[in-house]
């Protein structure tokens, strides 16, 4: 019994040993999200479970049109948030390119139509959606 809690002990000790410095590792990994100075805006609409995946497909298309299309570059993911909204998630440099994107966004008619589409295949309007604006610190 003595000889079994031993070696209990020491492979307990042995991996703490070998573990340790790998989680203290993984968390000085972790980055911030958006350094200071970003903007995270958020887009979130309602969406029956029947239409997300169609919403979500459009989405994408309309990320990928900005990628090609933009003037001013900016990270944008989809997604579908708890409660089932829709929407997608970009990060900006600065309020200056936000506001540099808003109004590219505003002036592009396809950009606008896109936006229009992801709004109908919900049943809602683009005017339903919530676009929340967090500035990273």
């Known amino acids: 019994m003595k000889k079994q809690y031993l070696s209990v002990a020491i492979l307990s000790t042995a991996l703490t040993i070998m573990v340790a410095p790998a989680t203290a590792d993984h968390h000085e990994l972790i980055m911030p999200l958006a350094k200071a100075g970003q903007l995270i805006v958020t887009y979130k609409g309602e969406c029956p479970s029947g239409a997300v995946d169609g919403a979500i497909a459009k989405v994408k298309e ?76």
């Open 62 to 137: 309309t990320i990928a049109y900005e990628r090609k299309n933009s003037p001013v570059l900016y990270a944008s993911s989809p997604g579908v948030w708890a409660g089932g909204k829709v929407g997608a998630v970009d990060v900006h440099e600065s309020k200056e390119a936000m506001d540099k994107a808003f109004a590219w966004q505003a002036a592009d008619a396809t950009w606008s139509a896109n936006y229009d589409e992801i709004a109908a295949s919900c049943g809602v309007t683009v005017a339903d959606f919530e676009v929340s604006i967090f500035e990273a610190r």
